[in-house]
């Protein structure tokens, strides 16, 4: 489709910078050149194809550009993402002309004193925030019948392989944004698969860290235990790259005290072509194959991959109780994650004030006052039985999230690793993307997200295949801190079956098996 032709698709972190470093390119052409391809890729209307998936940009990228330009010709290149344009999810804080609202209308307006440390921590490293991503609204933990990547304040997110098709959820903007080249990186957050998923369904990569590796400082919560900020990117590399950039203690975030012996401050160098030799893999099987014969397929072709690069490959390797983690350990999850939710937005939105809002009471009565936009399509129900909870001192609280720790770590990834001697964990990430219904919500038939989520550990999507022309995704997770590893590994699968291949933005409604 020549028409949405674009001198950077594709291009690399380490391809542009080599650009700028030997002067064929500046930071400021290329982010005028990221800004014209949204505006022709994400904007709605005539010849555009209206994926919706960036909120706003910057006002200031193209000074913020030219002033890091200036800082290169001059020798004072601020760190690996000098000159980079990279679009963050809305819910974290910006210190600048752009809004931080989690795409709800609650928030519009709303312009944070301070950076997000994550986002402090970006321009540190020199990147441009181009702008803010769109996202399922206050990350997805609104309604069960929700719409993944819609947003009171920007509408549904479209998947770029297929406009009629869902791009995950929750950082569905950032996800289809990175796969449309629409900046050089982005980040998302993660409660649970919400950064692997939407990145499965875009077709990138996507690096969920240990809880405690990157900052949630200044950023719009659901729940302390499980919530993480990542990058996705189109490559491995690229993921490495931005990771290394985020990371560190912050004493904004108490849980980043953790990771100071495990954190590494860049990536790069775990970037293995082959490093699936000799390393042992995993398959859990149990509840996380089998409800997708299209993932399942692509899961099994990956496992042929795996051992053809030299990996020895244990299969089954089930993880202990993963049933009950997919049973009742769901809704005890949820309980969990209501009970933190009302208690950490209350206290960003109390320190914030915004119009008012203060508390998760105030959103909840401004979208009843705007139902006509807010829940024209979904309602809140999981914010009405978060208001009902009590304090984090509650016994059926802190029982809850005992047990889910111990089921998933010591009981679960921990013991399967142990007993079998295993480098990481294989999971298919999740079904291919599903057609977009606003009336029904999503039709999630199974993700493989949920262990590492409720322990905390790392996990990586990386590309692996398609299906009927939809992207799917393989997982690698393993232990917390087991970032090094798990990034070798998914870039030796990368390297050896370069599954990715940019969207065609087909509008939908198509033969699907025609395009895969």
């Known amino acids: 489709m020549p028409r949405y032709s674009f001198r950077f698709d594709e291009a690399t972190i380490s391809d542009l910078q080599s650009r700028m470093e030997s002067g064929r390119l500046t930071s400021r052409a290329l982010v005028r050149a990221y800004l014209r391809r949204i505006d022709q890729i994400d904007r709605p209307g005539p010849g555009r194809v209206g994926m919706r998936a960036v909120l706003e940009v910057n006002p200031d990228a193209e000074q913020i550009a030219a002033t890091l330009d200036s800082r290169r010709r001059a020798g004072g290149l601020l760190g690996p993402l000098h000159g980079i344009p990279v679009l963050v999810k809305d819910n974290m804080d910006t210190a600048d002309r752009l809004h931080t609202s989690a795409g709800s209308l609650a928030l519009v307006g709303s312009r944070p004193r301070r950076d997000a440390t994550v986002v402090q921590r970006l321009r540190a490293a020199g990147a441009v925030i181009l702008g803010k991503t769109n996202l399922s609204e206050w990350s997805n933990i609104r309604s069960p019948r929700s719409s993944s990547g819609w947003s009171g304040r920007g509408g ?41 998923c939407p990145a499965a369904a875009c077709c990138v990569v996507g690096i969920k860290p240990t809880v405690g590796l990157t900052s949630r400082a200044g950023v719009i919560p659901i729940a302390h235990s499980q919530d993480t900020v990542g990058p996705i990117c189109r490559t491995v590399a690229d993921a490495a790259t931005v990771l290394g950039a985020l990371v560190g203690p912050d004493d904004r975030d108490q849980a980043t005290a953790d990771s100071d012996g495990g954190l590494h401050r860049d990536y790069r160098a775990f970037l293995d072509p082959d490093g699936l030799r000799g390393a042992r893999v995993g398959i859990a099987r149990e509840v996380y194959f089998d409800y997708s014969p299209p993932a399942n397929r692509i899961a099994e072709e990956a496992i042929d991959v795996l051992k053809s690069c030299g990996a020895e490959v244990v299969d089954p390797a089930d993880i202990p109780g993963a049933k009950e983690m997919a049973g009742f350990t769901g809704e005890r999850e949820l309980d969990v994650l209501l009970y933190e939710l009302k208690h950490d937005l209350g206290a960003y939105l109390a320190e914030r004030g915004h119009r008012g809002i203060r508390g998760l009471a105030d ?88 262990p590492a989520a409720l322990a905390g550990y790392p996990a990586v999507n990386v590309p692996a295949g398609f299906a009927a022309g939809l992207p799917v995704g393989i997982t690698f997770f393993g232990r917390a801190w087991s970032e090094p590893t798990l990034i070798r590994l998914a870039y030796a699968f990368e390297q050896a079956t370069k599954a990715r291949r940019p969207p065609g933005f087909h509008p939908g409604g198509l033969d699907h098996k025609a395009r895969s």
């Open 156 to 196: 549904q997110t479209r998947n770029p392989y297929s406009l009629d098709r869902s791009p995950s959820g929750s950082s569905s903007g950032s996800a289809a944004a990175a796969a449309a080249n629409l900046a050089a990186a982005t980040l998302g957050t993660e409660t649970d698969g919400s950064i692997l």
């Open 363 to 450: 959103v909840i009565a401004f979208n009843e006052a705007h139902a006509s936009r807010e829940l024209q399509h979904f309602g809140q129900e999981f914010f009405l039985a978060a208001q009902e909870k009590g304090p984090l001192t509650e016994p059926a609280y802190l029982e809850a999230l005992a047990a889910n720790r111990r089921l998933s770590r010591e009981q679960g990834i921990d013991a399967v690793m142990d007993r079998e001697q295993l480098d990481a964990l294989l999971v298919p990430t999740s079904v291919p993307p599903w057609t977009i219904d606003l009336v029904n919500g999503d039709h999630v038939l199974g993700e493989g997200s949920t």
